[in-house]
């Protein structure tokens, strides 16, 4: 019903050049930023267990003076894996180095971003 959230594992390498945790508590959830090999895109994918929550992370690791477009694949409203498990939105945003990041998942969700050098 949804092949435009599947556009996200099209684009995601299999080579990566460098792997960041950026924020996690073992068994509540994790953050982790990856630079596609030999490219100038990030990968950011985070994921939750049974507790909604939401961290800000600072996105520090792209490149310094450079731009990306950040192509969000994130939990809808009342996104939730009991009752909503397919609650999705799609967004882009233009984002920076100096910029941080709300990352907000619903129970037992998560998020992917592609931070496409611009």
């Known amino acids: 019903a ?3 959230a599947f556009q ?6 299999t080579d990566w050049e460098t792997s960041l945790t950026l924020q996690a508590a ?12 030999g490219a100038a895109d990030w990968y ?13 992370v600072p ?26 498990p397919t609650e999705l939105a799609i967004e882009r945003w233009t984002v920076t180095s100096k910029d941080s990041f709300d990352v907000a998942m619903g129970p037992g969700g998560g998020m992917a971003v592609r931070f496409r050098a611009l």
Request: charged letters at 30%.
């Open 2 to 4: 949804r092949p435009d």
């Open 8 to 13: 996200f594992i099209r684009d995601v390498p």
């Open 26 to 37: 073992i068994g509540d959830y994790v953050v982790v930023a990856r630079q596609q090999g």
């Open 44 to 56: 950011l994918g985070a994921v939750a267990d049974e507790n909604a929550r939401s961290v800000r």
């Open 59 to 84: 996105l520090t690791f792209l490149a310094k003076g450079r731009r990306y477009e950040a192509q969000i694949y994130r939990d809808g409203g009342g996104a939730d894996y009991r009752t909503a």
